[in-house]
C-alpha cells in the first residue's frame, strides 16, 4: 500500500534523485549507475545493472484492472498475457546481468491484515453503493424509455482475488513458472540468468521478501558491494527499505506517477474514490468510449518509466540533515536510519499516523526540522540498528524520543487550529458556492422555490448529463456513456462529505481548550481522569511497540507475525511521556495459513474466493466467527473531507478463535483446495547445465540425507541452498502451458530447485568495505528551504526560503487588534505576540511604516487564544516572500524585509 503523498514530496523536495529511464539505446547510455563507467560487461540503455527485483503486485494490480486501457481485461488468461508483455518491458529496461528476482505477495504479517481488511471490507461497501446507485439509474433510464446496455460480469471483477490462497493466485504461480521457462529457452537476454520466483504460498510482503534475499545475501564472505540493485514497485516505502538495506548502488524503477497520461478516448473516474495516490493505480479509472474508431489495447498510451538514485538520495539526506555542533560524531548511516525511523511517524500499513503528522501539510519537513533542532538534546541518535537483534529492544533510545516527542508537540495545537480553521473556511466557501450556483439555476422563479437552496449532493451537478455524441451515434451507447458519467457524479460527490452536506459537527474541535478531555470522551467513551491516564498509558505502550516492530520489520525480519496494534488512533505527540516504564519484547511465531488470512481479511461479499466449508463458517449465524464480519460498516469520517479518508471501525480479528473454527472444517478441503492452503519455499530457475558462468555452481553438504546442495558464492555468484523440488513437477523436456494462448514448451531446456536464502547472523547496517563511491553532485544550494506548514498562511507555502546573510532592517507597524510584539532578528527567527488570534489560523493585514504593495501579512499560532508564534510574509505581484515575523492576527507586529 505505502505511504500516501511520500513519493510526490521526496521528489518535490529532492528533484535530482530521478531521472527518465530509456527504452532504447542511445549513445552516452550507462549514466543511471554511479559506477557502470569501465564496466566491462554490456550494458543496457540505462547502464549496467546486475540484480533486477519485481515487486508482482505492483504489476498483477495494473494489469488485472487497468487505468489506461480502452478495454480492460475479461480472463484471467488476459491478465497473465498482459502481465507477460509488462514483465518484458521492464526486463528490457534494466537488462540484468545476473538474476530475476519476481515476489508476490504472500501471508501478511497480523499488523499488515488489519489494514487490508480495513482496505476489503470499505471497497465492499464502496461496491455496493455504487451498485444501487447505478441500478437507481438504470430504473430512471428505462422509465424514460431510454435504453442501456447491461451490466457486465466476468472472472475479473473482483480484484479483491488478488489475495494469497484464492483460485487466482494459484493459476497466477503456475502462469509465471510458464513465463520464466519460456524466456530462459527462447530469449537471447535471459542467457546466463538466474530467476528466482517466490509466489503467494511463500509467506511475506514482496518487497520484504525481496530484502529479506538482499540482506542474506550481503552478509555472506564473497559477497560483491558493488552489486547493482534495480527494485521495480509502486509503493513509496520500497524508498524506505532500499535506505534500510544500507547498498549504494540501488535504484528503484516505476512508473512516472506525477506525469499523467490520460487518454483522450477515455473518460476519468475521479480519484478522489480511489483512496490514496499510490493506490489509484490500483482501481479502473476509465469507462470506454465506445466508439466504431475505438483504438485496441495495444494503442493505449504507455507511462514512461524513471529511475529513482538511491546514492543521489544520500547526498540529499547528508546535506539536509547536517547537525549544527553535533554533541556526537556525525554518521550517515546512523542519520540515514534515523530518518527512515521518524517517517514512521506519517504513516505506514502498520500502524496509524500521528493525528498532527499529515504528509500533505509538509510532515516530513517538520519531522526533519524538530529531529535536528532536538539532536543535541536529545543526546545523539534515536535508533541503533546493529542491535537490532537485541530481544529487550535495546535498539531504540526511548529518552532521547521522549525528547523527540516533546518538541514535536510543541507544534501540535497549532497545526489542530490551523486544519480546523481552513476546513471551516472551505466549508464556507462551498455552502456559498452552491447557494450561488442554486441562484444563477433558479433565477426569475424564486417564488416556486421558497425553501431555498438544497445544500446537498442535489445542489452539486449530480444530475448533469453530460453527452458529447452526434444524433447518428448509437443511441444504446450514448445512454450507455451517460448513464456511467451521471453515475461517476453521484459517487463522486457522495464520497465529498462537505458537499454531499454529510460532514457531521466537529464536536472535539481539537486544539481549543479541553480538546483532549472531548477527544477521549467522543473516541473511548472514557471520561473519568483515573481512566483517561490508563488508557493514555496503554495506547503509548502499544504504539511504541508498533514502533519498535516496524523498525525490525523494515531492518531485519518480522519480530513476530502476530502482533498488531489494537487500537484505531494513535496517540498525540504530547502523550510520549514516561516511556522508560515500558519493557517491549515479541515472541517469535509462524505466520497464518493463505486459507486463514483469507477469512481474516475478506469481507462477506468476496466469499466466493473461499472454499465451501470456508465460507459456510462465514454464512453461517451460529458460528463462532460471525462476529467478524458485521453488515454494517461503521466509518469514522471526523476531520475528513471525503468518506474513504475515514476510518473503518471493524471489530479486530481474535486469531485463536479464527483458527478454532477453521479447524473444524479443514477436513473437507479437495485435495487441490489443501495445496492452496500450504506453505511453500522460493524456487530458482536456469538453463540446463552442470556449471555456473564461472565453475561448479554447488558443492554436496556433508549431511548427504538432507539431499541439500550448497551453493558456493565464490562460483555461482549466489549463496543460499538447493533442494530437489516434487518429482511432478519437475520439467522433463516438455512443459504445458496452464494458459490457452501461449504455446507448450517443447524440448525444455531448464532446470528448476527449491531455494533457502541464508539467514544474516549479523545485521551490517553501514555500507560494506570495498564499495565504489560515486562522485557527489549535489550542493547545499540545492537544498530548498520550505517554511513549515502551519507557521503561514493558506494551504500553500511560498516557494522557498532563500538564505539571507545581510542584516535586516526592523520595522514597526499597526494592524487590527491589540497587543504588541518583540522584533524578531533574523528571518526564520520568531517572535512573541500579545494579542488575540482568531483560531490562530487566519492571516491579519498589519499596516507598516511604509505602505507596500499588497501590504504584509502576518500569520499567528494561538495556545488558548493567547500568546501566539508566527512568520510573517510580504506579498509583492503574486509571490509570497518571507519578511521576518509578527505577532499574529491583531496587535502591534514588528516585520523585516530586505532593504527597500
Known amino acids: 500500500m505505502g505511504v500516501p503523498f511520500f513519493y510526490k514530496w521526496l521528489v518535490g523536495k529532492y528533484p535530482n534523485i530521478v531521472v527518465p529511464a530509456k527504452e532504447e539505446d542511445e549513445a552516452g547510455a550507462g549514466t543511471s549507475s554511479p559506477s557502470s563507467r569501465g564496466d566491462e560487461q554490456a550494458a543496457g540503455p540505462n547502464g549496467v545493472y546486475h540484480n533486477l527485483y519485481l515487486d508482482m503486485n505492483g504489476i498483477i494490480h495494473p494489469c488485472f484492472h487497468p487505468e489506461d486501457q480502452v478495454y480492460p481485461p475479461k480472463t484471467f488468461d488476459e491478465v497473465f498475457a498482459a502481465m507477460f508483455e509488462y514483465i518484458d518491458r521492464l526486463f528490457h529496461v534494466v537488462r540484468p546481468t545476473k538474476l530475476l528476482y519476481l515476489a508476490v505477495d504472500g501471508v501478511a504479517p497480523r499488523a499488515k491484515m488489519n489494514q487490508q481488511r480495513s482496505r476489503r471490507f470499505k471497497a465492499a461497501k464502496d461496491a455496493k453503493d455504487a451498485e444501487l446507485e447505478e441500478k437507481i439509474l438504470r430504473e430512471k433510464f428505462r422509465d424514460e424509455g431510454r435504453e442501456v446496455q447491461p451490466r457486465e460480469t466476468h472472472e475479473v471483477s473482483d480484484p479483491k482475488v488478488i489475495t494469497p490462497g484464492t483460485e487466482f493466485m494459484e493459476k497466477l504461480s503456475k502462469a509465471l513458472e510458464y513465463y520464466i521457462r519460456s524466456r530462459l529457452n527462447s530469449d537471447p537476454g535471459w542467457k546466463g540468468i538466474k530467476v528466482i520466483l517466490s509466489d503467494s504460498n511463500v509467506p511475506g510482503e514482496g518487497e520484504h521478501k525481496i530484502m529479506s534475499f538482499i540482506r542474506g545475501q550481503r552478509s555472506l564472505e564473497n559477497y560483491d558491494p558493488n552489486t547493482r540493485h534495480c527494485l521495480y514497485g509502486l509503493d513509496a516505502d520500497l524508498v524506505m527499505l532500499a535506505l534500510a538495506s544500507h547498498e549504494l548502488h540501488f535504484s528503484i524503477l516505476r512508473e512516472d506517477a506525477l506525469r499523467p497520461t490520460q487518454p483522450e478516448n477515455c473518460i476519468p473516474l475521479s480519484k478522489e474514490l480511489f483512496k490514496t495516490e499510490d493506490s489509484s493505480r490500483k482501481c479502473r479509472g476509465w469507462f470506454p468510449r465506445m466508439t466504431e474508431t475505438t483504438p485496441s489495447r495495444d494503442m493505449s498510451p504507455k507511462k514512461p518509466y524513471q529511475f529513482l538514485n538511491i546514492w543521489v538520495l544520500r547526498e540529499y539526506l547528508e546535506l539536509d540533515l547536517k547537525i549544527p555542533n553535533p554533541v556526537v560524531k556525525t554518521d550517515i548511516e546512523r542519520l540515514i536510519d534515523d530518518f527512515i525511523f ?16 499529515e504528509i500533505h501539510e509538509g510532515a516530513i519537513d517538520l519531522l526533519l526540522e524538530v529531529y535536528k533542532q532536538a539532536f543535541n538534546k536529545m543526546g545523539g541518535y534515536i535508533v541503533s540498528t546493529e542491535k537490532l537483534k537485541d530481544k529487550h529492544a535495546a535498539y531504540l533510545k526511548v529518552s532521547r524520543l521522549e525528547k523527540f516527542f516533546h518538541e514535536l508537540s510543541l507544534c501540535e495545537e497549532k497545526i489542530f487550529l490551523k486544519r480546523y480553521e481552513l476546513r471551516e473556511r472551505l466549508q464556507r466557501n462551498l455552502v456559498r458556492r452552491a447557494a450561488e450556483e442554486w441562484k444563477e439555476r433558479n433565477y426569475g422563479n424564486m417564488e416556486e422555490n421558497p425553501d431555498g437552496p438544497d445544500l446537498t449532493v442535489k445542489s ?47 464536536a472535539i474541535r481539537l486544539g481549543f481548550a479541553g480538546w483532549k478531555s472531548r477527544f477521549y470522551r467522543e473516541k473511548f467513551g472514557v471520561e473519568k481522569c483515573n481512566e483517561v491516564g490508563k488508557l493514555k498509558n496503554d495506547i503509548v505502550q502499544k504504539y511504541l511497540e508498533g514502533l519498535c516492530w516496524v523498525l525490525r520489520y523494515y531492518f531485519a525480519d518480522v519480530p513476530s507475525w502476530s502482533w498488531y496494534y489494537p487500537f484505531y488512533y494513535a496517540p498525540f505527540a504530547s502523550d510520549f511521556k514516561g516511556l522508560s516504564q515500558f519493557k517491549i519484547s515479541f515472541t517469535a511465531d509462524k505466520p497464518l495459513r ?45 476531520g475528513k473531507r471525503f468518506l474513504w479518508q475515514g476510518i473503518a471501525l471493524l471489530p479486530f480479528i481474535d486469531e485463536k478463535v479464527l483458527i478454532l473454527a477453521t479447524k473444524t472444517v479443514e477436513d473437507k478441503l479437495a485435495v487441490h483446495e489443501i495445496n492452496r492452503n500450504t506453505v511453500r519455499q522460493e524456487k530458482i530457475f536456469l538453463r540446463n547445465s552442470n556449471t555456473m558462468p564461472n565453475g561448479p555452481a554447488f558443492v554436496q553438504t556433508s549431511d548427504c540425507s538432507s539431499k541439500k546442495l550448497l551453493l558456493d558464492p565464490s562460483n555461482s555468484e549466489l549463496g543460499g541452498w538447493l ?178
Open 723 to 900: 533442494s530437489p523440488v516434487d518429482e511432478d513437477s519437475v520439467s522433463c523436456g516438455f512443459f504445458r502451458s496452464p494458459i490457452r494462448d501461449p504455446q507448450d514448451i517443447r524440448n525444455d531446456q531448464t532446470i528448476s530447485f527449491l531455494f533457502s536464502n541464508p539467514e544474516p547472523v549479523q545485521i551490517v547496517p553501514r555500507l560494506l568495505d570495498h564499495v565504489k563511491k560515486p562522485e557527489k553532485t549535489i550542493t547545499e544550494s540545492e537544498i530548498s528551504k520550505r517554511p513549515l506548514w502551519h507557521t503561514y498562511p493558506g494551504c500553500r507555502p511560498p516557494e522557498t526560503i532563500p538564505t539571507v546573510a545581510e542584516p535586516q532592517l526592523t520595522i514597526s507597524g499597526f494592524g487590527r487588534g491589540r497587543g504588541r510584539a518583540i522584533a524578531a532578528e533574523t528571518v526564520l527567527g520568531s517572535s512573541r505576540g500579545y494579542g488575540r488570534s482568531f483560531h490562530g489560523a487566519d492571516t491579519a493585514q498589519s499596516r507598516g511604516s511604509r505602505n507596500d504593495r499588497g501590504g504584509a501579512y502576518a500569520f499567528g499560532s494561538a495556545c488558548a487564544g493567547r500568546g501566539q508564534y508566527g512568520a510573517a510574509f510580504q506579498r509583492q505581484q503574486t509571490a509570497w516572500r518571507p519578511v521576518g515575523n509578527s505577532g499574529g492576527r491583531g496587535g502591534s507586529g514588528s516585520e523585516q524585509r530586505r532593504g527597500w
Open 460 to 506: 452539486f451537478s449530480t444530475n448533469y448529463s453530460i453527452s458529447t455524441y452526434s444524433q447518428d451515434e448509437s443511441d444504446v451507447t450514448a445512454n450507455t456513456l451517460e448513464l456511467r458519467r451521471n453515475l461517476m457524479d453521484t459517487l463522486r460527490n457522495k464520497q465529498d462529505l462537505i458537499k454531499s452536506g454529510a460532514c457531521k459537527h466537529d
Open 594 to 638: 493463505p486459507f486463514d488470512q483469507l477469512m481474516a481479511v475478506l469481507p462477506k461479499e468476496s466469499s466466493c474466493a473461499l472454499p465451501k466449508c470456508y465460507r459456510e463458517l462465514i454464512e453461517n449465524e451460529e458460528s463462532l466467527i460471525q462476529k467478524f464480519y458485521p453488515s454494517d460498516l461503521q466509518i469514522d469520517t471526523h
Open 342 to 357: 521518524i517517517c514512521f511517524l506519517a504513516g505506514n500499513d502498520f500502524i496509524p499516523h500521528i493525528p498532527s503528522v
